[in-house]
């Protein structure tokens, strides 16, 4: 079945330091990737997503790059804020009828001044 | 505004003690869907439905029920609930979009069950 793979966390930056979280994925098709991030005591919200290959998302200075060939979808930030402090996801949406999300175990960021 | 809302967003229970977490949604979407969150495994889906009256398993729904008899409405039942069943569930909608499962989901901000 469907998988996602995300590196462990936590990852502990400095403001303004470069920010990558690898993601890979195992699925049959072309399913579109997706980014989502959590803060504290807070639902899920969609960061970024991609929907076919070579496409590339971005919202808030976040970029990922749907990559085919290495079924990859890491995530980047050139300079980091305290405020990026959050638990991230990568997840994959199926495209057969259930339509499920099929989540990473996801990647505490903490950012400190 | 978009909302999904979930109630309660905290329980402590005790074990076979029936209870149901309600999710309502706003956006008129046909897809909703519960998942739980527990600590290296990410969310996994429990139960989903694609309409009113259409309901089906996700990938652990064992001792979960849900129904669907209103759009908006998507209640998540713990029939007996056991010590296992202690985690942080969500509740989210999609539409369907185009079809091709590329549209964003809109969550809930959780609740959080324990079970005693």
């Known amino acids: 079945g469907d998988s996602v793979t995300q590196m462990e966390g936590p990852v502990t930056l400095s403001e303004e330091a470069f920010l990558t979280i690898n993601c890979t994925y195992t699925?049959?098709?072309?399913?579109?990737l997706f980014w989502y991030v959590q803060y504290p005591g807070e639902g899920l919200q969609l960061l970024l997503k991609?929907?076919?290959?070579?496409d590339k998302g971005s919202n808030k200075g976040f970029e990922a790059t749907y990559r085919k060939e290495t079924t990859s979808f890491h995530l980047e930030k050139g300079s980091v804020q305290v405020s990026d402090s959050a638990v991230y996801f990568c997840?994959?949406?199926?495209?057969?009828?259930?339509?499920?999300?099929?989540f990473g175990s996801g990647t505490r960021l903490q950012v400190q001044p | 505004e978009a909302q999904v809302t979930q109630n309660p967003r905290y329980l402590i229970t005790v074990t076979g003690k029936k209870l149901t977490v309600t999710c309502s949604q706003n956006m008129n979407h046909e897809y909703m869907s519960w998942y739980r969150q527990d600590p290296g495994l990410g969310l996994r889906q429990i139960y989903y439905s694609m309409n009113v009256e259409v309901t089906d398993k996700g990938d652990v729904p064992e001792g979960y029920k849900v129904s669907r008899k209103e759009k908006r409405n998507f209640p998540l039942i713990l029939e007996s609930p056991s010590p296992n069943q202690t985690s942080l569930y969500f509740c989210?909608?999609?539409?369907f979009g185009g079809g091709q499962g590329n549209t964003e989901a809109f969550f809930g901000e959780g609740s959080r069950i324990t079970v005693v």
């Open positions: 699925a049959t098709g072309y399913p579109s």
């Open positions: 989210a909608s999609r539409s």
């Open positions: 991609a929907t076919k290959a070579d």
């Open positions: 997840a994959l949406s199926d495209l057969t009828g259930r339509r499920a999300l099929t």
